[in-house]
């Protein structure tokens, strides 16, 4: 018999190889598409995560428009050094959001600053009421986005990209995890008086199933529309009426299966049902005491309306909702920053505090990942003389509970607070860290859409271990 050659031995060798790796990349194929067609089926069901998690959920305290970093959780003294004077040539013109304001002069803060907790963390005298948490904090300085403008960077701070059509991170994580509770939404949204910037695309399930969009609750009266039935209506007529409702759904979804918006509705109709024997109890904010109520400051009428929407923030991650996004005022101080922030920082500071005191005392802050922040900062030279512009390229957020590593801050601002200096992070970033702590890889939770595995950090992100405990 003749001896195979060194060549065919390294064909035959190579053919092999190719084979298995064929087979082995058809099997993960395989594997995704059984858990798509497996959410498609059930795309509430509850799934494992990828790891052990150590967030059940998120309260995501949005401040919509763009808090001033270095007026409120990153001092900038050189502000001070500087003040009236342009920006030194050496940190460069940055593009801005309103033609020219990067040739104002610098503006220092008017805040007084002092370190707060066992940590020693500065806050601002904007934020008296959280700066008695400051050692659950980690305060992130060194934040960056990509987005000049109020629709796009929200949006990126929602989904990952300035531009419409990708699902936000509250409907990734209904997709990854599921529900845990089917008489509730997984992924709520709560509003108070300032229109959303892009609305409904940040809680938008972009080319994910419908079913994992997120659900806007009303500001007052019943935060859901239609969730009682009328007197006239019974029991028995409510569940045969969505029994018809359902067979009619179903027998055009067969004939549009690629339709998911089909599904969602189905699934819609039966949460409603559910919703109608559960909900009541979950929005009843009446059942807490006077003193918790004043806690969140709904005994004030400037902190009223946010301590609503953060006690019921509480009330729905209880009961099992995973990501609830309460967003908070306008703050685009382009003008009259004092005016502006002295407002919001009066809204929003005795209820987050009164969150974070809440989820401790009840346990739960260990298991609620907390944040806080907007979709940028804003810049250290002055607009209009007392305003201040957009800037993307260095601000602050933080995160609290939820596995996060309190009584720290992350990363630096320049002198300035223009440019994120030590340990940048961007928007991708801080999305795989809220994804990890909620036991997600963000490399590994795709979803197959036009002959691409996305995923919800695109071809980016990082996870920031300084955050975690």
């Not at 497996?38 to 069901?45: E, V």
């Not at 006077?290 to 991650?317: C, F």
Request: proline fraction near 5%; aromatic fraction near 8%; hydrophobic fraction near 35%.
């Amino acid at each position: 018999m003749r001896e195979r050659t060194t060549e065919e031995m390294a064909l035959r060798s190579r053919r092999a190889f190719l084979s298995q790796a064929a087979g082995g990349l058809g099997s993960i194929a395989l594997a995704a598409l059984g858990a798509e067609s497996a959410a498609a089926r059930d795309p509430l069901a509850s799934r494992e995560p990828h790891h052990r998690p150590t967030a059940k959920s998120v309260i995501w305290c949005f401040m919509e428009g763009g808090p001033s970093h270095m007026d409120t959780f990153d001092p900038k003294p050189a502000l001070e050094k500087y003040a009236g004077q342009p920006m030194p040539e050496s940190f460069g013109r940055p593009l801005t959001a309103m033609p020219g304001t990067a040739h104002n002069t610098l503006m220092p803060s008017q805040r007084k600053w002092a370190r707060h907790g066992e940590s020693g963390l500065w806050v601002s005298d904007w934020y008296p009421h959280v700066a008695e948490h400051v050692d659950d904090l980690a305060v992130i300085r060194s934040c960056t986005a990509d987005g000049l403008n109020h629709v796009g960077s929200v949006c990126q701070m929602n989904t990952g990209s300035i531009l419409a059509g990708r699902p936000s991170m509250g409907s990734w994580v209904s997709y990854g995890l599921g529900s845990a509770n089917r008489n509730l939404p997984t992924f709520v949204i709560l509003n108070d008086e300032v229109r959303i910037n892009g609305g409904s695309k940040n809680w938008s399930s972009g080319f994910l199933p419908a079913a994992f969009q997120g659900t806007l609750f009303k500001r007052e009266g019943a935060p859901i529309l239609n969730l009682e039935t009328p007197e006239s209506v019974g029991a028995r007529q409510q569940r045969g009426k969505l029994d018809l409702l359902a067979a009619l759904n179903t027998h055009h979804a067969e004939k549009h299966p690629q339709e998911s918006d089909l599904d969602a509705r189905l699934q819609s109709y039966e949460l409603a049902y559910r919703m109608q024997a559960h909900a009541p109890e979950a929005v009843d904010l009446g059942q807490e005491s006077d003193a918790t109520r004043k806690l969140y400051g709904m005994d004030q009428e400037h902190t009223a309306v946010y301590g609503r929407n953060l006690l019921l923030s509480r009330r729905l991650v209880e009961r099992g909702v995973r990501f609830v996004q309460a967003y908070c005022g306008g703050w685009d101080a382009h003008r009259k920053i004092e005016e502006n922030h002295t407002k919001w920082c009066g809204v929003s500071d005795k209820p987050i505090a009164g969150l974070l005191a809440d989820l401790k005392s009840r346990g739960m802050l260990d298991e609620t990942l907390v944040i806080w922040g907007g979709e940028f900062g804003r810049t250290p030279f002055n607009e209009e003389g007392d305003g201040r512009d957009h800037n993307p390229w260095g601000f602050t957020i933080w995160m609290a509970g939820g596995g996060v590593r309190g009584g720290q801050t992350i990363g630096t601002t320049d002198e300035l607070g223009l440019r994120a200096e030590e340990s940048p992070y961007h928007v991708h970033d801080i999305h795989a860290t809220i994804l990890h702590l909620l036991g997600l890889d963000h490399l590994s939770l795709t979803y197959l859409h036009n002959g691409r595995s996305e995923r919800p950090t695109v071809n980016g992100g990082k996870l920031i271990a300084e955050a975690l405990a």
